[in-house]
């Protein structure tokens, strides 16, 4: 006897309920009718049912609460056809709800019977988002707390990139400070990571809905803007984001990710593995990540963090590592924080960024690029080589002979 949890919207409800009752066969029965999506997932974890007929249009539902329910019990949609085209999620069993009860029982039994759907789900799910052309080249630039400078290079990165004629699009993935619209001009802070993860989430994410959520802000350059207020962190969740990333990727070219500094779990949460996290955009975008950039300011204290932090970022990812110390300048030289750093960090690549704060404040009060603002400074000169170099473009993109 296969126990069934219902989620079924009115009419269909009562039928199958009914449907169900009369069965000879006496296959399945229903052990609970659930209002809404939040009843199903509290009835389906606490351990009752073991396949879930639900409504794919129910309000909320997405690969998350659909990732959840299959965790403990097999999934069955129902389809209305009267709404026309509807996301079945990638669900493997469907049936349309007024579909006669032999072929809901059908279904039932072939969704107890395929094993460890959950697992295969996952893959499938990710399989289709993941296609094959991933041609984009995901850097993320990351650096320990305490401001080192991750905002102003993954901007002038991203820009010097597409000034040199390179597809970019920066992502504002920093939960904590998020402020790349601001720190670009942008007025309209629509915000575009939440948009994105919502869209994933509901299986709705192609390349067109994406790119209505890129706007140009220079010439071959995209903002996918944050959050918006910080407050909004819990809506951007791994499983969304890992498909964002995939999503980018696909568009190709050169993707800078801007993120915030702390790369741990959520202890205290980690007993729910369903629970949304703080750090989840930092630690997905650093595993998906083709390249870190990590971003020190010339100072102990934060070189110290980097150190620290170091072996974490190892953990989550194994891309390249690229180094960047920022704020160099007297009393401090290149060569002392070389020296400093010397034996305990091998990064693929090491660059030492100018103290420039004129530059950069005037950059910041004009709401623009270093490129626009101070062309000639050390400090966007300094960006431009590096945005120009294997470091930012990878090895396959980056000019042969950097155009200085
Ligand atoms: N090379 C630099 N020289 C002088 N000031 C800098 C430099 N890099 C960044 N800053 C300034 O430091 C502050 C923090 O930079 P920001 O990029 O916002 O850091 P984060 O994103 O790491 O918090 C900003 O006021 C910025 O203008
Ligand atoms: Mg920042």
Redesign the pocket.
């Known amino acids: 006897m296969i126990d069934v949890v219902l989620c079924a919207s009115g009419s269909d409800e009562v039928r199958i309920v009914h449907d169900l009752a009369v069965d000879r066969g006496r296959t399945a029965r229903v052990v609970r009718r659930c209002a809404d999506l939040a009843e199903t997932l509290a009835v389906v974890s606490a351990g009752i049912g073991d396949v879930v007929l639900l409504d794919v249009s129910v309000r909320g539902l997405g690969r998350e609460p659909l990732a959840t329910l299959l965790r403990d019990a097999a999934v069955v949609g129902l389809r209305d056809e009267r709404a026309g085209e509807q996301t079945t999620l990638g669900l493997r069993h469907v049936v349309p709800a007024s579909a006669p009860i032999e072929e809901i029982l059908a279904a039932l039994v072939a969704a107890t019977d395929s094993g460890d759907e959950a697992t295969d789900w996952v893959q499938e799910a990710s399989d289709a988002t993941s296609g094959t052309g991933s041609d984009g080249r995901l850097v993320v630039v990351w ?1 320990p707390g305490g ?6 290079v993954a901007v002038n990165l991203a820009a010097e990139a597409a000034a040199g004629g390179r597809e970019a699009t920066l992502v504002d993935a920093d939960t904590y ?1 998020p ?1 790349l619209s601001q720190v670009l001009g942008v007025l309209d802070e629509a915000p575009g990571l939440v948009a994105a993860c919502r869209a994933h989430d509901r299986d709705t994410l192609d390349e067109e809905t994406l790119d209505s959520l890129l706007p140009l802000v220079q010439p071959g350059l995209r903002l996918l803007s944050g959050i918006g207020v910080p407050a909004r962190w819990a809506e951007v969740r791994s499983s969304s984001l890992d498909g964002v990333w995939q999503a980018l990727a696909r568009r190709g070219g050169l993707v800078v990710a801007d993120v915030g500094a702390v790369l741990e779990e959520d202890e205290e949460l980690s007993y729910d593995t369903a629970a949304p996290q703080r750090n989840a955009a930092a630690l997905s975008a650093v595993a998906a990540a083709d390249a870190v950039i990590a ?1 020190t300011s010339a100072d102990p204290v934060s070189i110290t963090r980097l150190l620290r932090d170091h072996a974490r970022l190892e953990e989550l990812g194994e891309g390249e590592l690229h180094l960047v110390v ?2 160099v300048g007297p009393p401090i030289s290149g060569d002392q924080v070389r020296e400093l750093l010397r034996g305990r960090l091998e990064p693929t690549s090491l660059h030492l ?5 004129v530059a ?2 005037t950059a ?1 009060w004009d709401g623009a690029l270093l490129a626009e603002s101070a062309p000639r400074s050390p ?1 966007r000169r300094a960006l431009r080589e590096l945005a120009l170099s294997p470091a930012v473009l990878g090895a396959s993109l980056a000019p042969v002979e950097p155009d200085r």
């Open positions: 650096g401001a080192p400078g991750r905002t102003t400070g402020s971003v920022n704020r960024l100018p103290d420039d704060p950069c404040r910041i400090l």
